[in-house]
């Protein structure tokens, strides 16, 4: 299932249509607005209650109100046992490497500020509040050794960008 907001999900549904891509029949693709729309009451009819699901949510939190992401943990800390959520977060810290503060500037300009940023210990904490088991980083001296080794294409992260919670 893909979940994201409608016009965005109609914007990325055209650019496959016209590369021909084929979409396999047992992708479904939800329109929803997650400043506006709840996604417990969204999936619940898709999500098999005994079963464990996994949710990615990457390049999206940043953009949502404090307020939408909490209710987000909450719904998906709803989740069956076993449930494991993967998502990119934008760091708390005042950011004095130029190419995050460039990323931030220009999407802002672009109408898509930054709402919502964490700290490593803050997001942690908050996570285990709404019921989540399990929480870790990607290291990112784990990171440069398992996905950026050899690489010279693109630098390996200096901070942890991505965590994975498990209900």
């Not at 329109?31 to 464990?52: H, M, N, Q, W």
């Not at 950011?95 to 803050?122: H, I, K």
Request: hydrophobic letters at 45%; proline letters at 7%; a positive charge.
């Amino acid at each position: 299932m893909e979940i994201d907001h409608p016009a965005t999900q109609r914007a990325k549904l055209e650019a496959i249509k016209s590369t021909r891509i084929r979409i396999p029949e047992n992708v479904t693709f939800l329109p929803l607005d997650l400043e506006r729309e709840d996604l417990s009451a969204a999936v619940s009819a898709i999500v098999t209650p005994s079963l464990p699901t996994f949710v990615a949510c990457l390049g999206v939190l940043a953009y949502l109100r404090p307020q939408t992401v909490r209710n987000l943990f909450a719904s998906i800390a709803k989740l069956p046992e076993g449930s494991t959520f993967v998502f990119a977060f934008a760091s708390a810290r005042v950011e004095t490497r130029q190419r995050t503060v460039s990323v931030a500037a220009r999407t802002a300009a672009l109408g898509e500020p930054w709402l919502t940023r964490f700290e490593v210990e803050e997001l942690k904490a908050e996570l285990m509040s709404v019921g989540f088991r399990e929480v870790s980083f990607l290291d990112p001296v784990k990171a440069a050794a398992t996905y950026y080794k050899g690489r010279t294409d693109l630098p390996a992260p200096r901070k942890a960008r991505l965590c994975e919670a498990t209900v």
